[in-house]
Structures are given as structure tokens and as C-alpha cells.
């Protein structure tokens, strides 16, 4: 039998209390040297722990969640004997494990920028800054093209070793002359990235410490001085994943390396790990689904396939230019997530849409007298608070509204929380933030929340967390017009409400026609789960809670 060793996270800088965010090996695994053993995750950065010894696992001293910090014991190993007195692991980015560590900046020590900027508005070349002695990094993602007007410290690319990813932010502002690198190169320290020229912007910006400021370094032997011909960056890792626009995945480096070697964009996948991070069983997930023709998108279908057991015959090809001239414009990246899914949901959910008109008048009076009185509060109410909260109450009637159908396909899951999802719309494409808990929640609460989501999702800084977990969603597009419409289901829910702009009718009140603010609903529900009269139902509840908001009380 070896040695028993505790395997302890090493020195990567002078990160403290850093979530473990995926444990790699159990009890009784056998491990090699340098081997993952965890994924640890700040703000900032993942990182895989290798292991100082290889051996057999014979305890864990962590789990998912734990807080950790240098010299924390991850595991107990059954040493192998001849390595037992194995080398603290190297850090991802430094080679040569038994060497001292080179200074490095490691992804959770932000370090600071080294070198001069320009002191005149000219053009430059960014080159990669010191972090180590790491060499040949692939380029995993270029975030910038020529022409791009970018802000000191926005990311411009992301190398990755095979266990740690990291983003290079720019060192100045500027406009992006030209690239020098593209995804699949291989960079090391002085690699150029790319030439930018420095605008107004720029120059009116902080500069850069001057080249002679000393950088943190990840240990006390740190000698390694900043380049002086090149702007050294620091290198921050990448920030938390979103769906929204520009986002990038949100995975630790062996779940790329995975979805790399199986040729997955981790674009197309919305991560089920804390903070939507994508996780090793969410890309399976995906190809499996993507094996089985569930939510195939078009360019799969050109060729004609079988989606969800349905033969799809090819899309039609032409050539557009035959017939005039065109312009090819390029999806953004919402688009291109959004897509497949509306298509999926579209194809797999036997939709059924019920309108209802509701009789707003009293409401609508109602809110502007609050507004007015709350004028100086800044919190203006729309109608969608108010259909929020009628929804709510509406929900809890019709429980089947507020479910899923289980995985299995032979339940119903129905929840007991409320959290509504409204579709914004924003200059990147559609997204749906939920605001949760409104059951529990006042008017002005959801007035003040779904503005402030709403401008999130407009600045493209909605978190994955922000569109998660809703249970029923509300497409609004009353602040615009239309009449009446056909929302698609936001699966795995079962309906969604569409708004329509409210207009003045003349409505029969049994002796004449009187003047009347009428607010259109649609309502589309999920066949599979319920029927036309109970969204008859459900429709009409709605619109008589809306006709009498004091009914939302009972
Ligand atoms: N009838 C009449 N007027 C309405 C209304 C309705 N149903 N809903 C909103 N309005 C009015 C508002 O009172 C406001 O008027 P004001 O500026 O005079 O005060 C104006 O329209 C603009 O409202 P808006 O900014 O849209 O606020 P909102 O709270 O109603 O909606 C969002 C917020 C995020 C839902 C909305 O901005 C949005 O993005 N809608 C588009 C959703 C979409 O694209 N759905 C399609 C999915 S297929």
C-alpha cells in the first residue's frame, strides 16, 4: 500500500475562499500526477486543480460548493510509492512543474497593466502581455474585428492552455486597424493581437502604468519584467457567461476541450451549473438531442431530415443574386440562439391560440392616477405589471398554466411558485427575464424590476440567472400596437400570453354603445396539457381581473 498524502489546492496567486464548481474524481479512482482533480471559479476565472501525486483516491475533502483556498485538503490519496514525493502541481499557465513559478498573473489575481500606452493619438500593435512562461496558447475566440470601436480593458481575446481559459483585455481605447491573430493560432508572451489605433477616447483616458511599475506576481520568486516594446495587459479571465448579446459560454477548459473534440458550439447550449455555467452532461445532452434531429436547425434540415419523428423535406435553395441584388447580413448571436429553440418549440408543442378581449378602462385610469401620484418616486407602471400580477392570480386558478410536462412525458409538473417571464425586445433580438417570486411581490416592486430587466437586456447585460426559471411567460407588445397575435410557447413551459396595444371601442352596455379601453389577449397553451375550455376559461378569468383589479384579491 503507498503513502497517504493529502492532495492540497497549490499557491495560484492570492485567491481566497474560490467556489468548487466541479469535483473531477470519487473514492477509489485511481489518478495520475497533474490530473484534474476539481474546478475551482471566481468571478472571474475557472480553473482545474491537477493533483501533486498519483495514486488511489481514498477520500474526498470536498464536495460541489465548497469554499476553498491555497493549502486547502481536496483529497486523501493512496500515494503510488516511487512518486510519493511527487512536486506541487504546476499552474495552468506555467511549465516545467518542479521550476518556481514565473510571474505569472494568474486568473484570480488581477494584475496590473505594465507598460506605457501612447502618448500621442497614433496607432499600435497589442501584443500578448507576460503572464508566465507559458507558450504556443491557443486562440480559443477573437471578440474584436477591424473597425471595431473597443474601451480600455474589453476583452479582445480568449487563449486557453488545456486547463485554464483567459481573456486578453485591451490596454487602451481605440479603433481596431487590423487583426493579427484568428481562433486556432497559437500565441505566446509578445504575439501580436492586433493593431489599434488610439482615438480622442484614448487619449483622455487613464494611461496604463509606465513600463517600469512593477507587476504582481504569483510568488515571491517572481523576477520575469514586463516587455518594454509591447503594451503588457493584464489578463483577466472571462466574465460570468449570459445568454445575452456578445456573451461568451460560460464552461471550465475540460468542458471545452470536450464540446471542441465533438464539435459542439457552446453557444447553442444554455449551462444548467451554478451561475450557467455548461457542464460535461449538458454538452452529452445536447448531442444527444442533436443526434435524435430534436431541435435541428435549418441549415440541417437544407438536406431534409427527420425532426422529432416528423420527415422534413429539403429547404429550398436559391441563389438570391440570380434575381437581384443582396445583401448578406449576419445573425447576432441571440439569433442565432433564439432560432432553433422558437423552431423547436414550434414544431414539438401542438400550440392552440385563444383571444380574449379585456375591458381596461377602470385599470388604465387607475394607473395614471398612481402614476401621477407616485411621480416623483421615479417608478413609472406599466400595464405589464398589472397583467403580471393578474396572471399570477389567474394561475393559481388554472394550475395546469403554471407546469411542465415531466421528462418521462406521463406527468404534469406543477409548480408552486410564480416566476413570469416577459419577452423584451432589444436591438440584439428577443430575450425573456422572468421576475421571480411575483406572487410575492407588489405592483410597484414588478413596475420597478421589469424596467430595470428590461434595460439590462437592452445593454446586453442580462445573466443567465435573470431568464431562468420561469413558469409562465407574457409577450407585451402593447407599447407598440397590433391586434391580436400567436405567441410561440417558451418551452419547457406550457403558455404564454400575448399583448396587444389597448384601444378605445364602442361597446354595447344593453341600452347604447359607451366608449371602452379594450386590451387584446392571446393565449397560446400547450395541447398536450390542457384544452380549449379550460384556456376559455383561463382567458376569461383573466380579462374579468382585469376588468375588476379588486378580483385579483380574492
Ligand atoms: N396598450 C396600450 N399602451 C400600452 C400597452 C398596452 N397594452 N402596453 C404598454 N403601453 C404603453 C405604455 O404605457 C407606454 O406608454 P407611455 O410611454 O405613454 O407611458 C408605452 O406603451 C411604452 O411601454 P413600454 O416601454 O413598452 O413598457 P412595457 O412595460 O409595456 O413593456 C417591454 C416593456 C420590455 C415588455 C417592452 O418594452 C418590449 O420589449 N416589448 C416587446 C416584446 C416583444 O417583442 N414581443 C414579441 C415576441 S414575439
Same mark, same amino acid.
Given at each position: 500500500?503507498?503513502?497517504?498524502?493529502?492532495?492540497?489546492?497549490?499557491?495560484?496567486?492570492?485567491?481566497?475562499?474560490?467556489?468548487? @464548481?466541479?469535483?473531477? =474524481?470519487?473514492?477509489?479512482?485511481?489518478?495520475?500526477?497533474?490530473?484534474?482533480?476539481?474546478?475551482?471559479?471566481?468571478?472571474?476565472?475557472?480553473?482545474?486543480?491537477?493533483?501533486?501525486?498519483?495514486?488511489?483516491?481514498?477520500?474526498?475533502?470536498?464536495?460541489?460548493?465548497?469554499?476553498?483556498?491555497?493549502?486547502?485538503?481536496?483529497?486523501?490519496?493512496?500515494?503510488?510509492?516511487?512518486?510519493?514525493?511527487?512536486?506541487?502541481?504546476?499552474?495552468?499557465?506555467?511549465?516545467?512543474?518542479?521550476?518556481?513559478?514565473?510571474?505569472?498573473?494568474?486568473?484570480?489575481?488581477?494584475?496590473?497593466?505594465?507598460?506605457?500606452?501612447?502618448?500621442?493619438?497614433?496607432?499600435?500593435?497589442?501584443?500578448?502581455?507576460?503572464?508566465?512562461?507559458?507558450?504556443?496558447?491557443?486562440?480559443?475566440?477573437?471578440?474584436?474585428?477591424?473597425?471595431?470601436?473597443?474601451?480600455?480593458?474589453?476583452?479582445?481575446? !480568449?487563449?486557453?492552455?488545456?486547463?485554464?481559459?483567459?481573456?486578453?483585455? $485591451?490596454?487602451? *481605447?481605440?479603433?481596431?486597424?487590423?487583426?493579427?491573430?484568428?481562433?486556432?493560432?497559437?500565441?505566446?508572451?509578445?504575439?501580436? @493581437?492586433? !493593431?489599434?489605433?488610439?482615438?480622442?477616447?484614448?487619449?483622455?483616458?487613464?494611461?496604463?502604468?509606465?513600463?517600469?511599475?512593477?507587476?504582481?506576481?504569483?510568488?515571491?520568486?517572481?523576477?520575469?519584467?514586463?516587455?518594454?516594446?509591447?503594451?503588457?495587459?493584464?489578463?483577466?479571465?472571462?466574465?460570468?457567461?449570459?445568454?445575452?448579446?456578445? *456573451?461568451?459560454?460560460?464552461?471550465?477548459?475540460?468542458?471545452?476541450?470536450?464540446?471542441?473534440?465533438?464539435?459542439?458550439?457552446?453557444?447553442?447550449?444554455?449551462?444548467?451549473?451554478?451561475?450557467?455555467?455548461?457542464?460535461?452532461?449538458?454538452?452529452?445532452?445536447?448531442?444527444?438531442?442533436?443526434?435524435?434531429?430534436?431541435?435541428?436547425?435549418?441549415?440541417?434540415?437544407?438536406?431534409?431530415?427527420?425532426?422529432?419523428?416528423?420527415?422534413?423535406?429539403?429547404?429550398?435553395?436559391?441563389?438570391?443574386?440570380?434575381?437581384?441584388?443582396?445583401?448578406?447580413?449576419?445573425?447576432?448571436?441571440?439569433?442565432?440562439?433564439?432560432?432553433?429553440?422558437?423552431?423547436?418549440?414550434?414544431?414539438?408543442?401542438?400550440? =392552440?391560440?385563444?383571444?380574449?378581449?379585456?375591458?381596461?378602462?377602470?385599470?388604465?385610469?387607475?394607473?395614471?392616477?398612481?402614476?401621477?401620484?407616485?411621480?416623483?418616486?421615479?417608478?413609472?407602471?406599466?400595464?405589464?405589471?398589472?397583467?403580471?400580477?393578474?396572471?399570477?392570480?389567474?394561475?393559481?386558478?388554472?394550475?395546469? +398554466?403554471?407546469?411542465?410536462?415531466?421528462?418521462?412525458?406521463?406527468?404534469?409538473?406543477?409548480?408552486?411558485?410564480?416566476?413570469?417571464? +416577459?419577452?423584451?425586445?432589444?436591438?440584439?433580438?428577443?430575450?425573456?427575464?422572468?421576475?421571480?417570486?411575483?406572487?410575492?411581490?407588489?405592483?410597484?416592486?414588478?413596475?420597478?424590476?421589469?424596467?430595470?430587466? *428590461?434595460?439590462?437586456?437592452?445593454?446586453?447585460?442580462?445573466?443567465?440567472?435573470?431568464?431562468?426559471?420561469?413558469?409562465?411567460?407574457?409577450?407585451?407588445?402593447?407599447?407598440?400596437?397590433?391586434?391580436?397575435?400567436?405567441? @410561440?410557447?417558451?418551452?419547457?413551459?406550457?403558455?404564454?400570453?400575448?399583448?396587444?396595444?389597448?384601444?378605445?371601442?364602442?361597446?354595447?352596455?344593453?341600452?347604447?354603445?359607451?366608449?371602452?379601453?379594450?386590451?387584446?389577449?392571446?393565449?397560446?397553451?400547450?395541447?398536450?396539457?390542457?384544452?380549449?375550455?379550460?384556456?376559455?376559461?383561463?382567458?376569461?378569468?383573466? *380579462? $374579468?381581473?382585469?376588468?375588476?383589479?379588486?378580483?385579483?384579491?380574492?
Amino acid at each position: 500500500m503507498g503513502n497517504l498524502v493529502e492532495v492540497k489546492v497549490p499557491d495560484i496567486g492570492d485567491f481566497k475562499d474560490v467556489e468548487v @464548481i466541479e469535483v473531477l =474524481v470519487k473514492a477509489g479512482d485511481t489518478v495520475a500526477r497533474e490530473q484534474s482533480l476539481i474546478t475551482v471559479e471566481s468571478d472571474k476565472a475557472s480553473m482545474e486543480i491537477p493533483s501533486s501525486h498519483a495514486g488511489r483516491v481514498k477520500a474526498m475533502r470536498v464536495k460541489l460548493g465548497d469554499k476553498v483556498s491555497e493549502g486547502s485538503v481536496i483529497l486523501e490519496l493512496e500515494a503510488d510509492e516511487f512518486a510519493a514525493a511527487g512536486n506541487p502541481p504546476r499552474p495552468p499557465f506555467a511549465k516545467g512543474g518542479s521550476e518556481p513559478r514565473q510571474a505569472a498573473s494568474p486568473p484570480f489575481e488581477k494584475g496590473q497593466n505594465s507598460s506605457a500606452a501612447p502618448t500621442t493619438d497614433q496607432a499600435f500593435q497589442v501584443t500578448v502581455p507576460d503572464i508566465g512562461d507559458f507558450k504556443d496558447v491557443e486562440v480559443i475566440e477573437v471578440l474584436v474585428k477591424p473597425g471595431d470601436r473597443i474601451d480600455k480593458d474589453q476583452s479582445l481575446i !480568449t487563449v486557453e492552455s488545456d486547463k485554464a481559459s483567459m481573456e486578453i483585455p $485591451s490596454p487602451a *481605447a481605440g479603433v481596431v486597424q487590423s487583426l493579427s491573430v484568428k481562433i486556432g493560432d497559437k500565441v505566446s508572451q509578445g504575439s501580436p @493581437i492586433l !493593431t489599434l489605433a488610439t482615438s480622442e477616447a484614448a487619449a483622455a483616458a487613464p494611461r496604463p502604468a509606465p513600463s517600469s511599475a512593477p507587476r504582481p506576481t504569483a510568488s515571491p520568486s517572481a523576477t520575469t519584467s514586463p516587455p518594454s516594446t509591447a503594451y503588457a495587459v493584464d489578463m483577466v479571465a472571462r466574465p460570468e457567461v449570459t445568454a445575452s448579446a456578445g *456573451a461568451i459560454p460560460h464552461a471550465s477548459p475540460s468542458v471545452r476541450k470536450f464540446a471542441r473534440e465533438l464539435g459542439v458550439d457552446l453557444t447553442r447550449i444554455a449551462g444548467s451549473g451554478p451561475k450557467g455555467r455548461i457542464t460535461h452532461d449538458d454538452v452529452r445532452e445536447h448531442v444527444k438531442r442533436a443526434l435524435s434531429g430534436v431541435g435541428r436547425p435549418a441549415a440541417a434540415a437544407a438536406a431534409g431530415a427527420a425532426v422529432g419523428g416528423l420527415n422534413v423535406i429539403a429547404w429550398p435553395q436559391v441563389d438570391f443574386a440570380k434575381f437581384g441584388p443582396i445583401e448578406r447580413v449576419e445573425m447576432s448571436r441571440i439569433r442565432k440562439l433564439s432560432g432553433p429553440n422558437l423552431a423547436r418549440n414550434w414544431v414539438m408543442i401542438p400550440h =392552440v391560440t385563444n383571444h380574449e378581449d379585456a375591458d381596461v378602462t377602470e385599470l388604465e385610469a387607475f394607473r395614471v392616477q398612481l402614476n401621477k401620484e407616485s411621480e416623483k418616486s421615479g417608478v413609472k407602471v406599466t400595464m405589464l405589471a398589472f397583467l403580471i400580477k393578474a396572471c399570477v392570480a389567474a394561475l393559481k386558478k388554472f394550475p395546469d +398554466f403554471n407546469s411542465s410536462i415531466a421528462p418521462e412525458g406521463d406527468a404534469i409538473i406543477r409548480k408552486n411558485y410564480w416566476h413570469i417571464g +416577459f419577452a423584451a425586445d432589444t436591438p440584439n433580438g428577443l430575450v425573456v427575464p422572468v421576475i421571480k417570486d411575483a406572487d410575492k411581490k407588489g405592483i410597484f416592486e414588478i413596475a420597478q424590476e421589469t424596467a430595470a430587466l *428590461a434595460a439590462k437586456a437592452r445593454d446586453g447585460k442580462l445573466a443567465i440567472g435573470d431568464m431562468q426559471g420561469g413558469t409562465f411567460s407574457i409577450s407585451s407588445l402593447g407599447g407598440i400596437g397590433g391586434t391580436y397575435f400567436t405567441p @410561440i410557447i417558451n418551452a419547457p413551459e406550457v403558455a404564454i400570453l400575448g399583448v396587444c396595444r389597448a384601444t378605445t371601442k364602442p361597446v354595447w352596455d344593453g341600452k347604447q354603445f359607451v366608449p371602452r379601453l379594450i386590451l387584446p389577449l392571446s393565449l397560446s397553451w400547450d395541447h398536450r396539457v390542457v384544452d380549449g375550455a379550460a384556456a376559455a376559461r383561463f382567458n376569461a378569468y383573466l *380579462a $374579468s381581473l382585469l376588468a375588476d383589479f379588486r378580483r385579483v384579491l380574492l
